[in-house]
């Protein structure tokens, strides 16, 4: 069974859309949840770290539903720029401690 | 900012050989990690440590072992490379909670 699954798109919007990304973990003990940004041909880069409240930086919104097992990120008002692939990131807590694990990535195409 | 080095950029290497990968983080984090990233399959964790000489297997570590003798410094060893460990290499570093990744290694076993 898949620990973090994610829609891999490709989604495509125009500059200027908001789009949403879902995720889900089927860990019940994970205690830390991110979202993290990566550019073709190089390293994950930690975009925004979630939390229960939901949080906001900027454009990106992310929130997580416990109950649900449910992880989101909403880019508002995208830009070229944020082209790329989104990882969901959820901590394994069952023994390996700090150990992530990393859903397959959804790609994200803003285009002009 | 955490600097996360990973000491090749690119590799190529002959089936059988052995292969070392090295990473080395300048921000005294207990925590490092190796992952190998292919298409369609994601980031797999393949062995991580918590401290000097301290290891944990991964989800895939058969063919690979590693060695933490500084805390700075984790290296990835490929005992006998074979075609199928063609891969993109990530190592990463971590106090708690998210990581730092290097730039990685693409090798290329022939």
């Known amino acids: 069974r898949k620990e973090v699954e994610q829609d891999p798109g490709p989604f495509n919007v125009p500059e200027g859309a908001t789009v949403a990304f879902n995720c889900t973990y089927s860990n019940s003990a994970s205690q830390s949840f991110f979202w993290y940004r990566q550019d073709c041909r190089k390293e994950p880069k930690l975009l925004m770290s979630?939390?229960?409240s939901g949080n906001e930086d900027g454009r990106f919104t992310a929130q997580l539903n416990r109950a649900s097992q449910y992880i989101s990120l909403l880019i508002r008002d995208s830009k070229l720029s944020d082209s790329a692939t989104y990882l969901c990131v959820v901590n394994n807590r069952d023994g390996s401690g700090y150990a992530l694990n990393f859903g397959k990535g959804t790609s994200l195409l803003v285009t002009p | 900012d955490v600097k996360v080095t990973q000491s090749s950029r690119y590799l190529v290497k002959r089936t059988g050989e052995k292969v070392f990968l090295e990473c080395v983080q300048d921000m005294d984090h207990e925590n490092m990690f190796w992952y190998r990233q292919d298409p369609g399959l994601g980031l797999r964790l393949i062995y991580f440590s918590y401290d000097v000489k301290m290891k944990e297997k991964g989800d895939i570590p058969e063919g690979y072992s590693v060695s933490r003798e500084k805390k700075e410094r984790f290296s990835l060893i490929l005992e006998s490379a074979s075609t199928n460990q063609t891969s993109m290499y990530l190592c990463?570093?971590?106090?708690?909670?998210?990581?730092?990744f290097g730039s990685g290694t693409r090798l290329t076993v022939v």
């Open positions: 979630v939390y229960s």
């Open positions: 990463a570093s971590s106090l708690v909670g998210g990581y730092t």
